[in-house]
């Protein structure tokens, strides 16, 4: 098993079910670019990888296809696919439609003392990444934001359906980071949000949601530039490689 699955297994070692944990770390895999667009994924190799059996790795097969992350080619094998221009977008305009309605309802219903602790707290931890450099850090802080405010407003349902949505667009979030979106921006974005919560401001928490989940339409055109091989439809093929 290479170091950055290792890691990635390790992580996610109280995710309950082996299942879980499985599809967890491969998801996880494919999103921060471990597993390369168009590398060819072994069944067998990652069950001995992980010492599991083979079911759970087909199992994660198919939830990893049902998120677009994988095409299984019948007697070809499986592939994690290159990034979709068109499934970032659709992703995109989703999860700002949730993300906006939730910062909506957070300003117009308020939200406990705590939370808005906990995603000042979240802030502060994001903008201790900008002096270290620390990208990867800042990518679970991230996500860890957004997740506390959903929560935080009791709609839980509305971060189900956006972790389910999403999973194309985090590859290019991560891909973003840190030179075509620099996390100082993205952290004074999150700042806005909650400054027009607190201060029971829907319109204005909207707007800044708004803004921070349009920040990947300007990033998206200067990574398909510089990575064309991880995007649809580019000129050569990613060289497929074993675990």
Same mark, same amino acid.
């Given at each position: 098993m290479t170091t950055p699955l290792q890691a990635l297994w390790q992580e996610a070692r109280d995710d309950g079910s082996v299942r879980q944990r499985l599809y967890r770390v491969l998801r996880q895999s494919? $999103?921060?670019? *471990?597993?390369?667009?168009?590398?060819?994924?072994?069944? @067998?190799?990652?069950?001995?990888a992980f010492s599991v059996s083979r079911q759970p790795v087909r199992e994660a097969f198919i939830r990893l296809s049902e998120a677009g992350l994988v095409e299984v080619r019948p007697q070809r094998g499986t592939y994690v696919v290159r990034i979709s221009r068109k499934a970032v977008l659709e992703a995109r305009f *989703? #999860? %700002? &439609? $949730?993300?906006?309605? *939730?910062? #909506?309802? &957070?300003? %117009?219903?308020?939200?406990? &003392?705590?939370? +808005?602790?906990? =995603? #000042?707290?979240?802030? %502060?931890r994001q903008r201790r990444c900008i002096e270290s450099n620390d990208y990867d850090r800042f990518f679970k802080l991230d996500e860890a934001f957004h997740?506390? =405010?959903?929560?935080?407003?009791?709609?839980?349902?509305?971060? #189900? *359906?956006?972790?389910?949505? @999403?999973?194309?667009?985090?590859?290019?979030?991560? +891909?973003?980071?840190?030179?075509?979106?620099p996390i100082a921006k993205l952290t004074d974005q999150h700042a806005m949000i909650v400054d027009a919560i607190v201060e029971r401001d829907p319109e204005a928490a909207g707007r800044a949601m708004s803004i921070h989940q349009r920040e990947i339409l300007h990033s998206l055109p200067e990574l398909m530039r510089r990575f064309p091989e991880m995007f649809d439809g580019a000129p050569s093929a990613v060289a497929v490689g074993s675990m």
């Open positions: 494919i $999103i921060r670019m *471990v597993l390369a667009p168009g590398q060819a994924l072994s069944e @067998k190799e990652l069950a001995d *989703v #999860r %700002e &439609a $949730i993300e906006v309605a *939730v910062a #909506r309802a &957070a300003a %117009e219903e308020g939200m406990a &003392a705590y939370t +808005l602790d906990e =995603l #000042r707290e979240l802030i %502060e997740r506390s =405010l959903s929560l935080g407003v009791g709609h839980t349902a509305a971060w #189900r *359906v956006t972790e389910e949505v @999403k999973a194309q667009l985090d590859r290019v979030r991560y +891909l973003s980071i840190p030179e075509s979106t």
